[in-house]
């Protein structure tokens, strides 16, 4: 029987509207999904964190605590970004395991690791720590094509990742460029070296993913990624009826409950018309791209990438864009296109095109990975730009958090006159000047709040 994890809440709205679905919105669904029977519900982490509070003004922290209260039969799963957590920057061990703590304290069951170079390093302190508070700690390898990224290369991976002690393991192809009979023979393979539980994760995008899946199942994959139409499909998961029906009458049929699956139906309806209305979902992310494959875009860096382009007048340069892309990945050594690598690479594409000049501009993100700040690229580097954009900089190579001195007290007071609780203080640590804005406007509204209900006393 394969185990169904639904994604509509967390990467369904991520891939396709730059993950702005409220927590009321995300409530009413999880509320319903709760019924469905799903092996887990992925709620939070990755991109809704800093969507809450840049721009819903919502407490993320809220929002698990809110989610945990109307799921009390399922598992609720977070994606955490390694030594990154949910930042674009590494931090100290402290700091990632008081992330763990919290998370768990809240309400979240599964934490799915990832770390984009798939530095091994980088992993390590958020299974310890997962394991430490009672979590499940899934690892999940960062999937790409390159000439580094063979069967052997991830088999390999996989049997660090078991030793590392995970619980389960995620191939995440967050770029949906996995090939049906690639995922046969992966999954094939991994099978054969790995006795924990093995998950797929995959996009849409390239309109091959359903037959991935479908080949991954029959290969003996344990759990798949899904998500509720119609918020699925296009840069996002395929869709979890669809699967459904797809597996009736076979050994693999995931036998959920159908009822409460059609009462959520009417809702995900709704919100992805609301989203349409109000322009923030794009119906060319529903469009089957199959240039993906040659590209290797994932869903929520080409949604980003259009709203990118089109906010500055140049959606004609979109193709260009898209063909800098392996351009620029080659340069820094092949690194798997996935958040905080999606946007360092789209970015400087996108600058490498708009300047008329390669590596004019470089951000700083790309210049700290230069120096192995965010740890090994799978493949070398081109030394000529390194040397053209760092000169002789020292490179680090260890692991990058090695470098970093405990910081999670240091933040607390630094932030005492903002922070009511520890969330807070890693909510400061992670989107400090967005954190900031939003906490004093979250507090001060409270103290009117009271102080309106004194006078009516
Ligand atoms: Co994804």
Known sequence: MLKIVETSVRDGHQSLFATRMTTQEVVSLCQIYDKVGFHAIEVWGGATFDACLRFLNEDP????????????????????????????????????????????????????????????????????????????????????????????????????????????????????????????????????????????????????????????????????????????????????????????????????????IHEAEPLVTDIVDKYVKNGLLNTKSFEINPNILKYQVPGGMLSNMIKQLSDQDALDKYEDVLKEIPKVRKDLGYPPLVTPMSQMVGTQAVLNILNNERYKICTKEVKDYLHGKYGKAPSSINEELRKKIIGDDEVINCRPADLLEPEFEKLKMDYKDIARSDEDVLSLALFESVAADFLKKKYNAEEVETDEFEMFV
């Open 61 to 260: 922290w809220d929002r698990l605590r809110l989610v945990r209260q109307v799921c009390k039969n399922t598992k609720l799963q977070m994606l955490f970004r390694g030594q990154n957590i949910l930042g674009y920057r590494h931090y100290s061990d402290d700091v990632v395991d008081m992330f763990c703590k919290k998370s768990i304290e809240n309400g979240i069951d599964i934490i799915r690791v990832f770390d984009a170079l798939n530095d091994i390093r980088n992993l390590r302190q958020a299974v310890e720590s997962t394991k430490k508070y009672g979590g499940e700690c899934q690892i999940a390898l960062s999937y790409t094509t390159s000439p580094v990224h063979t069967i052997d290369y991830y088999v390999e991976l996989a049997k660090d990742v078991e030793k590392l002690g995970a619980d389960s393991l995620c191939i995440k192809d967050m770029a949906g460029v996995l090939l049906p009979e690639d995922a046969k023979k992966l999954v094939t393979a991994l099978k054969s070296e790995i006795k924990i539980p093995l998950e797929l994760h995959s996009h849409c995008t390239a309109g091959v993913c359903e037959m991935t899946y479908m080949a991954a199942i029959e290969a003996g994959v344990d759990i798949v990624d899904t998500s509720m139409s119609p918020l699925s499909n296009g840069t996002a998961q395929p869709s979890t009826q669809a699967l459904i029906n797809a597996l009736k009458g076979s050994k693999y049929d995931p036998k959920l409950n159908m009822d409460a």
